[in-house]
């Protein structure tokens, strides 16, 4: 069983990470990116991210805490960011960091300057988080 990781910084290398990824069928488990969400420089990133993951064909299911639940709603919701397939839920849960979980790949989204994702590729951590996901999902 390979593992690998992988450091992205700045908007093109996290772009080129997701390009890369979502090349690939699979669904799409998103845990509390609630930081990025008011942030400006990662609206213009996520309509990228989502135009492209649609288009793709790649369903989501998003977890956020529930504190952001109207500036989501407004900003990404209602400008039509999700698809049919999509689902979105609020919890209590804080969450430190964005975290994605697609296939074997794990990636930590941290915005800052400039905005950085680690990607962890292995089979048996991606299963791990799965779990918590579907811990938090139900």
Known sequence: MKQASRVFEGFRGIKALFSELF?????LL????????SDPGMAGFFKWYHDLRKKQGIPLKLVLNRSIQQVHQKSYVKEGMYGKKDEIRYVDAVF?????IFKEHVITLISGSPPTAFDISSEQNAEHYRRYFEALWN
């Open 23 to 27: 090349e690939k069928e699979g669904e």
């Open 30 to 37: 998103v845990l509390g990116v609630n930081e990025h969400i």
């Open 96 to 100: 430190p960091v964005g975290i994605f």
